[in-house]
Structures are given as structure tokens and as C-alpha cells.
Nanobody, 127 residues
């Protein structure tokens, strides 16, 4: 079993920055494509950003492109989400995900493509 643990959430004023991190532990079988999703109250889970297993490819949701940056630590199953220019509408629970997919160059966008999920970390942006 693989466990994902997020950290770095919190309360920030509009225009501020936060950095989320996600670390995988347990019976990992290689390096996974990883991603971040978010869910605000009363809404569905929204794709935020994804990164390939080799770290060479990234993809972002339309609402965060240009403000958020996803990265990973080499071939570790550790991912980060640097969030700049935060807006009140970014307020949500942010979830880290990993896909047990033996392909180095794929970015997974669909939530159904991920096999493992973290518990989530709250990000609140005040106006």
C-alpha cells in the first residue's frame, strides 16, 4: 500500500503565496506521475496540476496556469505545488495524487487515472 501525505496548507491573504508538498511512502513500485487536485465546498474535484514521472512534462488547469508551479524531487515520489498570486477563489482542500503507471513521460489529468490519494490539506485565501 502507498500512502501520500500533504503538508504546507494554511491561511494566506490574497496575493500571497504558499508551497504545498506531498511525500509518498510504503510499497512504491517505481516513480509515479503525480498531480494536485482541489475541492471547494459544494463543488467537484478540480484538476490543478500534474507532472510526469521523469519531471520533464507538466500540465496545469486553466484557472491556475501562470500562477502555480508543480515540481518534484528528482525521481523521488515527492511533489511540490508552489502557489503564487493566490485569490479567494483558490480556497479549497488540496489533494495530492499518484498514478501507478509505468510510463515516464505521461501527465495524468483525470482524477480516475490516479491510484493513490492523500488526505488533503486546507488552503484558505482571505480577501
Amino acid at each position: 500500500q502507498v500512502q501520500l501525505v500533504e503538508s504546507g496548507g494554511g491561511l494566506v491573504q490574497a496575493g500571497g503565496s504558499l508551497r504545498l508538498s506531498c511525500a509518498a511512502s510504503g510499497r512504491t513500485s517505481g516513480t509515479y506521475p503525480m498531480g494536485w487536485f482541489r475541492q471547494a465546498p459544494g463543488t467537484g474535484r478540480e484538476f490543478v496540476a500534474g507532472i510526469s514521472a521523469n519531471g520533464n512534462r507538466t500540465y496545469y488547469g486553466n484557472t491556475v496556469e501562470g500562477r502555480f508551479t508543480i515540481s518534484r524531487d528528482g525521481f523521488d515520489n515527492t511533489a511540490h505545488l508552489q502557489m503564487n498570486g493566490l485569490k479567494p477563489e483558490d480556497t479549497a482542500v488540496y489533494y495530492c495524487a499518484a498514478a501507478d503507471l509505468p510510463v515516464d513521460t505521461v501527465v495524468v489529468v483525470a482524477a480516475g487515472g490516479y491510484d493513490y490519494w492523500g488526505q488533503g490539506t486546507q488552503v484558505t485565501v482571505s480577501s
